[in-house]
């Protein structure tokens, strides 16, 4: 199973060598990043259905309203932050969240940050 998680990754190409990085850097550049670019797409649809559920017509608004939104979620809605780091983590294998709960605030952080330039850069 561990096998399967991580053959169904893609691979990102222009990640630059893993000497000399830390622990932490190993890890989003490892496992962060190809997680969260093969959840893109749910990603995306989170995101959706939570501007819905806030009653929010985000297709309408202006693109520096659309960011300014994005920033403000990513800002104050810690419930939000949360259900996104699940759909992340959800997606490791054992020995990486074993190495996760090592770093756990550093990665938090590093997940939110990722996914909130991620929505960014589709606007």
Do not use: C
């Not at 985000?58 to 419930?79: P, R």
């Amino acid at each position: 199973m561990t096998n399967d998680k991580v053959s169904i990754r893609p691979i990102i190409k222009n990640i630059n060598s893993i000497e000399n990085k830390s622990l932490e850097e190993r890890f989003q550049n490892e496992v962060l990043r190809p997680i969260i670019k093969m959840q893109h797409d749910l990603l995306l649809l989170f995101f959706q259905q939570h501007t819905l559920k806030k009653k929010v017509s985000f297709a309408d608004l202006s693109d520096v309203k659309k960011k300014a939104l994005i920033a403000e979620i990513f800002k104050n809605d810690s419930q939000f932050k949360i259900e996104l780091r699940g759909l992340i983590i959800g997606h490791f294998t054992t020995e990486e969240f074993l190495s996760y709960l090592e770093i756990r605030a550093d990665s938090n952080k590093r997940i939110v940050s990722m996914i909130e330039e991620r929505l960014l850069s589709t606007i």
